[in-house]
């Protein structure tokens, strides 16, 4: 298949519409927007550095991309196993508890950067 551009941008416009079926989906995407919202607002507040901010957005992006992983692991569980199934059931609490794991590391990345910024204000 040759290079097209039309391709190319409607492949965007499917990567969009998997983000807002994670945001109709999932209630743990919205707490992440509302962290995601939170922590640029507190980074423009206290006008942290380049250095900071590129940690800050590794840590969201950590987040977010384990939440995706994870809503479309469980999207997909879901339809290859309509009905219970124990493992199905174990396999998603595993990659539910993937992004546990990101959002621990991300909350302890944002704590360290943003720590002496904060300490700066006291």
């Known amino acids: 298949m040759r290079f097209s551009i039309a391709a190319r941008l409607k492949s965007f416009a499917f990567a969009f519409e998997g983000f ?10 919205w707490v992440h ?3 995601t919202i939170a922590i640029v607002a507190l980074g423009f507040a206290l006008q942290v550095s380049a250095d900071a901010w590129r940690w ?4 969201m992006a950590l987040v977010w991309v384990a939440e995706a992983m994870n809503t479309a692991f469980e999207h997909l569980c ?7 199934h124990e493992s199905v059931k174990r396999s998603k ?4 508890a993937a992004v546990l794991v990101c ?8 704590a ?10 006291i």
């Not at 609490?93 to 539910?96: C, R, T």
């Not at 360290?112 to 204000?121: D, R």
């Open 78 to 84: 879901d339809v290859v196993s309509p009905q219970f």
């Open 20 to 29: 807002a079926f994670m945001l109709r989906t999932q209630h743990n995407a």
């Open 56 to 59: 800050l957005i590794a840590a």
């Open 93 to 96: 609490d595993i990659a539910a």
């Open 112 to 121: 360290i950067t943003f720590a002496p910024y904060v300490l700066a204000l």
């Open 33 to 35: 927007l509302g962290a």
């Open 103 to 110: 959002v621990i590391a991300a909350s302890l990345l944002g």
